[in-house]
């Protein structure tokens, strides 16, 4: 299974970007997608979660700035990022947890850059 990201991008402090994930390859289900960041020198870390009944969870970080959607048809995940900040910027990644016809699979995407200037 593949992911791959789009959507990264330079943005000044209170501006918005939108995130985009897509999964391909054998896909029999998907349990949930996340975007995770890792911001230079830190650990990565989960930014949000959806599960495919539509429940959400967010990092205390962002909540209230950003929202996390999910498109069940087109193995798609998204995250509109409003109200940016600075700390924001860094890798960000996606992540589906799923199974195919073979075995269960966990597998993430290549990482898109956010920077957000002051």
């Known amino acids: 299974v593949q992911l791959q990201a789009s959507g990264g991008g330079l943005v000044q402090d209170g501006g918005s970007l939108r995130l985009s994930c897509a999964a391909s390859g054998s896909i029999s289900g998907i349990n949930y997608m996340d975007w995770y960041r890792q911001a230079t020198g830190k650990q990565r870390e989960l930014v949000a979660r959806?599960?495919?009944?539509?429940?959400?969870n967010y990092a205390d970080s962002v909540k209230g700035r950003f929202t996390i959607s999910m498109d069940n048809a087109k193995n798609a995940v998204y995250l509109q990022m409003n109200s940016l900040k600075p700390e924001d910027t860094a890798v960000y990644y996606c992540?589906?947890?799923?199974?195919?016809?073979?075995?269960?699979?966990?597998?993430w995407g290549q990482g898109t850059l956010v920077t957000v200037s002051s």
């Open positions: 992540r589906a947890v799923g199974w195919n016809k073979w075995s269960p699979f966990n597998s």
């Open positions: 959806i599960l495919t009944n539509g429940n959400t």
